[in-house]
């Protein structure tokens, strides 16, 4: 059974930091990511790590303040998140891909930045 276990999310102020870890069991993936999903907007890329080709993605948005990364031996992918922002407030959800982009889900965890 696949499992996507997020930790890490709390609230900050603007200017802080803050770690996202996704801890993911039961199959192989390609590929891990982050997504958040702001009240009323839609759920949008945040950034995303390749287990193959090793690379990196990222949206404008968390270029250079935000950096994604991988432990190979606990399977789990981090975010760290710097210079956050009031606008980076959401719920903040790892994603894996397995037979196709993005077909397993965490179930979140609420990032909050006070201004």
């Known amino acids: 059974q696949v499992h996507l276990v997020e930790s890490g999310g709390g609230l900050v102020q603007a200017g802080g930091s803050l770690r996202l870890s996704c801890a993911a069991s039961?199959?192989?993936?390609?590929?891990m990511g982050w997504f958040r999903q702001a009240p009323g907007k839609e759920r949008e890329f945040v950034a995303a790590?390749?287990?193959?080709?090793?690379?990196?993605y990222y949206a404008d948005s968390a270029k250079g303040r935000f950096t994604i990364s991988r432990d190979n031996a606990k399977n789990t992918v981090h975010l760290q998140m710097n210079s956050l922002l009031p606008e980076d407030t959401a719920v903040y959800y790892c994603?894996?891909?397995?037979?196709?982009?993005?077909?397993?889900w965490g179930q979140g965890t609420q990032v909050t930045v006070s201004s």
């Open positions: 790590i390749s287990w193959i080709a090793d690379r990196t």
């Open positions: 039961g199959r192989f993936f390609y590929s």
């Open positions: 994603s894996a891909s397995a037979q196709q982009e993005w077909d397993y």
